[in-house]
């Protein structure tokens, strides 16, 4: 029951940060480009996101990182945590034993 709890936890949170990656975090990248390169040179946003998608169809991997981007920048920062968790998950009477030389 715990591994499908943690499976279906996992799934969700990747459906929400895959569709922040494909509809919201595209439209902020296009915003900025605007801003900082000017029009962009194919079209609109329309244009982007077509670009976008056929990047995806086409499996480029800067097109999958840029969609796929939150979701793995949240599991970086789980892999940074992970030893952090293990120390505060550790017995605490043990390191009151522990007595430094």
């Known amino acids: 029951m715990q591994n499908t709890q943690w499976l279906r936890?996992?799934?969700?949170?990747l459906g929400l940060l895959g569709g922040a990656g494909l509809l919201v975090?595209?439209?902020l990248v296009f915003a900025v480009g605007q801003q900082l390169?000017?029009?962009?040179p194919d079209g609109g946003?329309?244009?982007?996101y077509a670009d976008l998608y056929g990047?995806?169809?086409?499996?480029?991997?800067?097109?999958?990182l840029l969609v796929l981007?939150?979701?793995?920048?949240i599991q970086?920062?789980?892999?940074?945590?992970w030893p952090m968790r293990?120390?505060?998950?550790?017995?605490?009477?043990e390191a009151e034993d522990y007595e430094e030389p």
């Open 9 to 13: 936890r996992e799934a969700i949170l």
């Open 25 to 27: 975090l595209p439209a």
């Open 37 to 40: 390169l000017g029009e962009y």
């Open 45 to 48: 946003m329309g244009a982007f």
């Open 55 to 64: 990047h995806l169809g086409s499996a480029s991997p800067w097109a999958w």
């Open 69 to 73: 981007g939150p979701w793995l920048g």
């Open 76 to 81: 970086f920062l789980r892999l940074l945590w």
């Open 86 to 93: 293990r120390l505060a998950d550790r017995n605490p009477d």
